[in-house]
């Protein structure tokens, strides 16, 4: 891949990484709302945004196979429009029970588009020889905060700021999939055999296992920020602006990606993964101990930072274990990963709803803590790592598996 070709596929699959989730930063930031309209209690709310994950797992199995077939660019063109018309179907709900269905339709939608951005800057960080995963994710936290802001600042009803940010990523996420540079193996994949869970390499379920102590804590975050802090302020009329503390948890987290890759290099996937591990702990207590308010605005800072290197470390070292499974190894982790955001929700909610919202954020701490020691299996293997320069991503051998 020449690197005219190679610097435009960068900058459009970054493009892409920002626009996927600008509709879904919009509703987190809804969130409140939804809830004093449809008058749920935390308990009824987290079974309500159970429906995405719910959906969202397992339909990665199926977007896996169907990218593998059809390739990324095909599947940008078709589901980004999707999506800008599901995501108004959660503001029609008229029930909790409605709500969790709307949820749900979406969160299958969204599956096809998780594993395709993440499917083809995998596969272009090995062709191209290039270190992008953590910014990729990281220009994906700016979509977040960026639909979060929209939402969260800016005039209109609700239902109209969330057509505009469909409107918006659908027209532009077209475009750029129409340009996007296809890359060797995007449609060669078909008719490659099924695995059986046993000839699965180790080192993919470390890391999803990684992955799900870590993402537990960012969906978590995602869904509660905006309540715990609307709970904190204590006034009906500002449930909607709560949502600033969904921006400031996805603006960390953006800021943490971008750094990600110098980071990466300077320090290495492990203690990279360690370090910021350590701050989502710092985060989640700043949050949860009976402090003044400043100290909660810190923690939704700190756990955004915290959170914001696992996935992106995860995929890269996934995409890297077997060239011929790229799509189908990236599903199974993300459906790990995602777990976090199916057990999340009522895990939350639940201890919320007997006890208090800060003792079930408080819950978080011993997923991050097993974190700790499951990051080891991002480690490359000693004659891969050696031989990585300094803008290529990690070799294939991780925790002692081999290729």
Partial sequence: MDKNSARRATLLIMALFVLQPLAIGGWLALIPH??????????????????????LIPFLQIAGRVIGQYGPRR???????????????????????????????????????????????GRLEKRAG?????????????????????????????????????????????WAAWVL???????DTAHRPRRRFRKLPPA??????????????????????????????????????AGIAVTIFAGFMAGGRFLGDWLKRRMGPVRQARMTSLTAIAGILCIVLPLPLGFAYAGYALV?????????????????????????NIAIMAMVALGGFLIGPPLIGGIAEFASLDWGLAALLPG????????????????DSASLSENESPSATLGGATR
């Fill in 34 to 55: 939804v809830k004093e309209t449809l008058e749920l209690s935390k308990g009824e709310l987290a079974m309500a945004i159970l429906g995405m994950p719910l959906a």
């Fill in 75 to 121: 599947i940008f063109m078709v589901f980004f429009p999707i999506q800008a018309v599901l995501l108004t179907f959660p503001l029609l709900a008229p029930s909790g029970p409605a709500l969790f269905g709307a949820l749900a339709v979406f969160g299958a939608m969204v599956a096809f588009l998780e594993v395709g951005i993440n499917a083809y800057a």
């Fill in 130 to 174: 290039v270190m992008i995963m953590n910014r990729c994710h990281g220009f994906w936290s700016l979509g977040l905060m960026l639909g979060s802001a929209f939402v969260a600042l800016s005039a209109g009803t609700p239902m109209q700021k969330i057509i505009v940010l469909g409107v918006v990523s659908a027209v532009l996420g077209v």
């Fill in 181 to 187: 540079p296809r890359l060797p193996g995007d449609e």
């Fill in 204 to 241: 993919l379920l470390f890391v999803a296992g990684l992955m799900l102590c870590v993402t537990l804590t960012e969906g978590a975050m995602a869904d509660w920020a905006a309540v715990h802090l609307a709970e904190r302020l204590g006034d009906l009329e500002v449930t909607e602006r």
């Fill in 304 to 328: 955004g930072f915290g959170v914001s290197s696992a996935y992106p470390l995860g995929v890269s070292a996934i995409a890297a274990l077997d060239d011929r499974y790229e799509s189908a």
């Fill in 368 to 383: 991050l803590i097993l974190s700790l020691y499951l990051a080891a299996w991002l480690r490359p293997a000693a004659d």
